[in-house]
């Protein structure tokens, strides 16, 4: 990041001017609005860190999201019902919810203690879908990002059990699959993802990935310090981009066990099953053919 | 009060969770039902009964070509709906050509259709080869040199392609994030292959017996290998289920649980082992009704495996203490 840009922003170092100007126009690159070159392939990878401990739950991100990326409603199954159990009306991160607050509610002295998180897809270092996908629909873009190409995808619906977050998912009515493009279109047009423009609080900060990481374990260290013993960093390879999945590139700052928040803690990638998975059945298929050798030969 | 001390008495004396969010699922179940379970079946089948041809026409000798023709035909005839029953499952069908259009080693999925297409056309270049034998055989000619080679070579390529098919799909199950399946991800895949090799076997001996078929020193051969498959089959089956541990609910209990139990371990293994135990003590004119009812009883015994992995997985995926159980 060089100075002449002029003040560099106080959280994700994205002058905040030109990420609100829609009208901006120059090339993308010609400015380097990130302090990242957004279209050469030595780009370093974008994405975002999410504080559970700042998120108010007002949901603006998943409106934006919605909005921007026009996106059906999601409760139309359920006929636009309430979930009754919490304001969490959205439930899962979905084909057409791919911001998703949630509300953990949880007795504490004072009566109840609120811990909110915005969930999103974590553009995986090394991601399940994108291992799984057999027509190459989903790709990683210059960004770093992981993106279904909505007109390669042909619905076969392997990435969806093969994401170790619970992120794609078959869509009802178009029959695809769907997750968060971390604005795609909005990166090549030099804007931030709408979901971190619409945050009010800087819960959903978006930035180059490894000073998000640098940011996020400060924070975690300065919640510690004020006595958030609970606090961790999830999103490295200790914790959420474990088991060969290499870290992930939407971060995530839990003031809570990660399952509270319904993460898994230790993911595995599950393309590390093949080996062991082929190699046994390989070695069964060889005990076959010596049986019907053995066999043969005796009877012949 | 200081800044430490509101944070203290805001958010951190929150109780430690009950694990988990409502009992919503953390990763997403997949979509596949009958169609998968069909073609699972179908598929195992088709690639199985070409390995049992391969291993006939190789090492069968002269008395093994009777059964590997059946078993020729029948590999082609269970391959015709598979390519129906995935491009049914799919989302949007008519864009089943776009899984051509690339290839992806970390995909079981993507190799699995390359595979899936070697393994089509080899089957039907080696049922028209039958299918010219049968004719050259009525006008007693019999086919010359060339024709053997390349009898041959079809037969080690279908065998080959043949384990394949009906080997890859317990590793495509096993590479996912479902609990059920990609725990013992070393013992589904053999589970798979041993469950394909036993519907192979069974379904080509059902026609054998049906349609009559000389017996011969080949069809001694095929009890032994069905025999030896189902067996190495209930064993996995066995096996897996206790490796998995608590993870192992879905086909354990319930209804899923009853499948496994009564329906492919019961009927489907248990029941055809003791039928063919008893046959040699069986009257000379029970012995074929009595080979039928026990390929007819593997074969359902197969397809209630397939059922309970598939819908199990299903159910495994459903439940978040699952996923923190693996995930820690």
Known sequence: MTSDRGPVPSMIGIPSKQLNDPLRTSRPGENDPYGVDLVSQTLSAVGFLTDATICIGCKACEVACKQWNQLPADSQASNFAMTGFSYDNTVDLGASTWR???????????????????????????????????????????????????????????????CPFGVPQLSHSDGGSHKCTLCYDRLRGGLAPACATACPTGSIRFGAVEELRGAGRERVATLKAQGLDDARFYGDDEMGGSGGIGGLNAMFVLNGPPDAFNLPARPRLPRLNIAPSAAATLVAAAGYCLAAAFSFRRHR | ????????????????????????????????????????????????????????????????????????????????????????????????????????????????????????????????????????????????????????????????????????????????????????PALLGPLFLSSAMTSGAAAISAVAWISQCKESG???????????????????????????????????????????????????????????????????????????????????GVFAVRYAVVMGGRQSADDPSATFDMTG
């Open chain 2, 1 to 184: 009060m200081t800044p430490q001390e509101r944070a203290r008495s805001t958010i951190s004396h929150v109780q430690p969770s009950q694990r988990g969010y409502y009992d919503i699922p953390v990763i997403h179940g997949p979509h596949w039902k009958w169609l998968i379970i069909g073609y699972f079946y179908f598929g195992g089948i088709a690639g199985a009964s070409a390995v049992i041809a391969a291993f006939l026409r190789l090492l069968g000798g002269k008395s093994g070509a009777p059964l590997a023709r059946i078993a020729t035909y029948i590999s082609f005839l269970a391959l015709v709906p598979c390519p129906v029953l995935l491009i049914l499952d799919l989302g949007r069908p008519t864009r089943f050509f776009h899984m051509l259009r690339t290839f992806r080693v970390t995909s079981p999925m993507s190799i699995g259709t390359w595979g899936l297409t070697t393994f089509g056309g080899i089957s039907a270049l080696a049922t028209g080869l039958q299918l010219l034998d049968d004719r050259l055989a009525c006008s007693r000619e019999r086919p010359g040199g060339v024709w053997r080679g390349v009898g041959t070579g079809l037969s080690l390529l279908g065998g080959l392609s043949g384990f394949f098919v009906a080997g890859y799909t317990g590793v495509l199950l096993a590479a996912t994030a479902v609990p059920l399946w990609s725990k013992r």
């Open chain 1, 100 to 162: 998703h607050v949630a509300f953990v509610e949880r007795p504490s002295r004072d009566g109840i203690a609120w811990l909110m998180l915005s969930d999103v897809c974590k553009h995986c270092v090394h991601a399940g879908c994108l291992d799984a996908c057999p027509t190459g629909a989903i790709i990683r873009t210059e960004f770093g990002s992981v993106v279904i190409q909505d007109d390669i995808c042909n619905g076969c619906g392997y990435c969806v059990p093969a």
């Open chain 2, 218 to 300: 080949a069809h001694e051969q095929l009890r032994a290998l069905e025999t030896l498959s189902t067996v190495t089959e209930a064993s996995l089956l066995v096996t897996w289920i206790m490796a998995l541990g608590s993870t192992a609910k879905p086909i354990a209990e319930g209804h899923l649980g009853a499948v496994a139990r009564h329906g492919a371990v019961g009927a489907g293994m248990a029941l055809p082992l003791t039928i063919g135990a008893l046959s040699p003590y069986l009257p000379q004119r029970l012995r074929r009704p009595a080979a039928v009812l026990s390929a007819a009883l593997t074969l359902a």
